[in-house]
């Protein structure tokens, strides 16, 4: 068999490292996994209350246009509900974006350091990646700007970016979007939007009106604790979602999704409670790390990027056998581990943890 000639040297999408696996694998008890971004809090009791009632509809199919999530959503948003597409995760939507727009020899921008399933769907669709170096962490607008051909097609902006967790601002971000191109799509990537305390941050989906090509993406895995159940959503022009949704598969979120997302829309109180609790575990982090002498980057969703000053992989294994799970592996920040920001608790054992481990690197150097 052979596979489309683009495919064959695409990377495979590497997940953090799941909780079992290190429990086999190292004979460990309890392990933390803080890799993976996820709420530590979990879902509202509401939400696993709906998923719970629904069980007995399990032999049905779900409502393939999740309408009654939709206008929901479209209320709780201020926008219409030809505004939305659901899917399995923001990341499908990235897909169908991919899948709906590019041709081979499109081109595409983004980041050089940022999420990268934007890279590997375009690979798929035979697009050219154009990507920017970061500069202080941050997306060089101005640099990407600048790589805008008469065959760029999307480009894509990580706000707050993951991994670094910093944020492009409102007045750097609407005057981006006046020097683009009206024929070239924004990709707004705002997965980590409830979580961002920082006043100069702004509501991608208030400049939707002003800024037909743009797209926001968001999710319920972050904030709202059902990163299970898989369902993220594309706000954009009418147009734009109704060309997306043509490639769109049916059926593509569950009706466990649907409840579950529809009642953590509306418990707001509880999305608030999770904020405050991250922007406090954010502050217990950052002030630990400055008390170990650790640089890190301003920290906007629920994760901090932190320069640990050994090789990352070194660092990541020395945790791992603490039963701590976080991430490494960035190409530009080759000394930075990645770690979520968890309950309290779990920020006090893994300090502990990366106490004990960059002690055992100086005694190895």
């Known amino acids: 068999m052979n596979p489309k000639p683009n495919i064959v040297d695409l990377p495979v999408y590497k997940p953090g490292k799941p909780i079992e696996e290190v429990k086999k694998e190292l004979g460990l008890n309890d392990v933390i996994k803080l890799a993976s971004n996820e709420n530590p809090y979990g879902a509202a009791p509401s939400a696993r209350a709906a998923i719970v009632a629904e069980l007995d509809n399990l032999y049905l199919y779900p409502d393939g246009s999740a309408a009654e999530l939709t206008s929901a959503l479209a209320k709780h948003l201020e926008v219409t509900s030809e505004n939305i597409i659901f899917g399995c995760g923001s990341d499908e939507i990235i897909a169908l974006i991919a899948r709906a727009f590019f041709l081979p020899g499109d081109e595409t921008i983004m980041a050089d350091q940022t999420f990268s399933v934007y890279k590997s769907n375009a690979d798929i669709e035979g697009a050219v990646t154009i990507e920017v170096p970061l500069k202080d962490g941050t997306h060089d607008l101005d640099a990407m700007l600048a790589k805008i051909t008469d065959r760029t097609k999307v480009i894509w902006v990580c706000n707050p970016n993951n991994p670094t967790g910093t944020i492009v ?22 997965a980590y939007y409830e979580y961002v305390m920082d006043l100069s941050y702004t509501n991608g989906i208030k400049l939707l009106s002003a800024y037909p090509n743009l797209v926001v993406l968001r999710t319920f895995s972050k904030i709202y604790g059902l990163a299970a159940l898989r369902i993220g959503y594309g706000v954009a022009s009418p147009q734009i979602i109704n060309l997306i949704n043509k490639v769109r598969e049916p059926f593509n979120t569950t009706r466990l999704a649907q409840v579950g997302a529809l009642a953590a829309l509306a418990d707001q109180e509880y999305v608030e409670k999770c904020r405050t609790l991250n922007s406090a575990g954010i502050q217990q982090l950052q002030g630990e790390f400055k008390r170990l002498g650790l640089d890190s980057f301003p920290a906007n969703g629920n994760f901090i990027m932190v320069d ?53 690197q100086e005694v190895r150097v």
């Open 169 to 190: 601002p409102e007045d750097a971000l609407v005057a981006f979007l006046d020097a683009v191109p009206a024929e070239v799509m924004v990709v707004l990537d705002e």
């Open 308 to 360: 640990v000053r050994k090789p990352a992989f070194e660092v990541f294994d020395a945790l791992l056998r603490q039963g701590i799970i976080v991430r490494a592996g960035h190409h530009r920040y080759p000394t930075y581990i990645r770690v979520t920001v968890g309950s309290a608790e779990q920020n006090v054992a893994f300090i502990t943890a990366l106490e004990r481990a960059l002690e055992e």
